[in-house]
């Protein structure tokens, strides 16, 4: 079964320190997609990354980095010099062959982020 | 337009009566998904659409849920005698193609209130 796992319900940081939000995933696939998604309180989802299984280079975008690591089947997401239009609820998503019931792009409980100033 | 768009924004409606929720995709995805969200959980799939191909139905939560699409492009979401757990927001989203390849669009959703 395909299953994203985001432990952290809510984090709470004060602006300008760094957070990292913690996403695993389980997929049988080989081939799988992996992704992050913000969701401001305004409620419209906003894409942030796509990462496919075969590329394990971290990633940097501004403040934003990612780090995927299949050995242990993560893909956590920090955020350096948090702000406060930081404050969402982010979501890992993980999209790999359909198979069964289980539809195709799956995401994560999300984590609720709260950066105050 | 330039983006995923649903109307109504928001809808409230008794218990028992049928319901429609609209999506407007971005021009020229093939791919639509519907997703729901209720007040504080992650997004629960409920259909998918990608091109001509027979529709992913298998996270619809009971037959008093269905969808449509139409021509390829606008689908509609049916509730059929809501009840107050159907309460959620209802999240659509489009994307260029399979979903794995390119990212998923979303829309603004439509919060659904059963009273």
């Known amino acids: 079964a395909q299953k994203v796992t985001q432990a952290q319900t809510e984090i709470s940081v004060v602006e300008k320190e760094d957070v990292t939000l913690d996403c695993v995933y389980e997929t049988r696939d080989t081939t799988y997609y992996l992704f992050w998604y913000k969701q401001p309180p305004s409620g419209e989802l906003v894409f942030l990354i796509r990462?496919?299984?075969?590329?394990?280079q971290n990633e940097i975008s501004g403040r934003y980095s990612w780090n995927f690591q299949k050995s242990t089947s993560s893909f956590n997401f920090t955020i350096t010099a948090s702000q406060v239009v930081d404050s969402a609820v982010y979501f890992c998503a993980l999209f790999g062959p359909r198979r069964g019931s289980q539809g195709n792009l799956i995401f994560g409980k999300g984590t609720k982020l709260s950066v105050k100033p | 337009g330039a983006g995923v768009s649903q109307s109504p924004s928001n809808k409230v409606t008794e218990k028992g009566k049928d319901v429609e929720l609209r999506c407007d995709p971005i021009s020229g995805h093939t791919a639509l998904y519907w997703y729901r969200q209720s007040l504080g959980q992650g997004l629960e799939f409920l259909i998918y659409?990608?091109?001509?191909?027979?529709?992913?139905k298998s996270g619809l939560p009971s037959d008093r849920f269905s969808a449509e699409r139409t021509g390829g492009s606008v689908s509609t979401l049916t509730i059929q005698r809501t009840q107050q757990e159907d309460s959620a927001v209802y999240l659509c989203a489009s994307s260029t193609d399979w979903g794995g390849i390119a990212e998923a669009f979303f829309g603004q959703g439509t919060r659904l209130t059963v009273v």
């Open positions: 659409f990608q091109g001509n191909s027979a529709p992913d």
């Open positions: 990462r496919n299984s075969f590329d394990e």
